[in-house]
């Protein structure tokens, strides 16, 4: 996934006639306004980040981003899906190959933490720009954060030693698991973000199978 440079390092198009290929171009002007939404939104919260930012961060002219998107929501959803599914990806690939789920579990928070750590302006992007939107915005975030829990908690066994949370409280934890992403980055900190794998691996597995083992297995997660 790429870095907090994404909408610097997507090259700009020569001026003038060019004669590349009009796919091309239109991709290229829609992956670097998805990045450029991503930057703006991240240096200047959601609603501080207008158009002329967006654009400015994508290298292209206002003229040209209503060319692709009728205002702002529509980009800033644009650029959330790719996010999102790119997560998931690197979740559940992380947990092939793991033997037991518990170790599941602390192999994908581990991963997912490595690329937010790397990448602090996806948390400014996707979890603490929302709550300022309100509305939409703030729905779109939610349904992320539990895909987000479901994909890390995946497979949860059933049966003696095993507990299934209810809707309310797998809520109340991926509101939680965004939370300890979002100090880390809101302190400027986010290369710390490692640090949290423990606290963060014995919060998802407390409602599982209960404090004292989710806290042994904790123990064994942490910076690799």
Not at 17 to 26: D, I, M, T
Not at 38 to 63: C, K, L, P, W, Y
Not at 198 to 224: D, H, Y
Request: hydrophobic share 40%.
């Amino acid at each position: 996934m790429a870095g907090d440079e994404e909408a610097g390092k997507l090259h700009r198009l020569p001026s003038g006639k060019h004669g590349l290929p009009r796919e091309y171009v239109s991709r290229n002007h829609r992956e670097r306004l998805t990045a450029g939404v991503i930057a703006a939104v991240a240096e200047h919260g959601f609603r501080d980040a207008g158009v002329t930012q967006i654009a400015a961060f994508a290298g292209v002219s206002r003229r040209t981003f209503y060319d692709y998107f009728s205002d702002k929501d529509e980009c800033y959803f644009a650029a959330y899906g790719p996010i999102e599914e790119s997560l998931l990806q690197i979740i559940s690939e992380a947990g092939e190959g793991q033997r037991g789920w518990t170790a599941k579990v602390r192999v994908r928070a581990q991963s997912l933490v490595d690329v937010l750590a790397a990448n602090p302006n996806l948390v400014r992007f996707a979890i603490l720009a929302p709550p300022t939107a309100g509305g939409k915005v703030v729905e779109r975030q939610r349904k992320f954060l539990r895909r987000l829990l479901d994909r890390l908690t995946a497979d949860a066994p059933e049966g003696r030693g095993y507990v299934r949370p209810g809707d309310e409280e797998l809520e109340a934890l991926a509101g939680a698991m965004a939370a300890v992403f979002g100090t880390r980055v809101a302190d400027g900190k986010a290369s710390r973000l490692p640090e949290d794998v423990p606290q963060l691996v014995e919060m998802i597995l407390v409602p599982f199978v209960g404090r004292r083992r989710a806290a042994a297995e904790a123990e064994t997660a942490g910076p690799r």
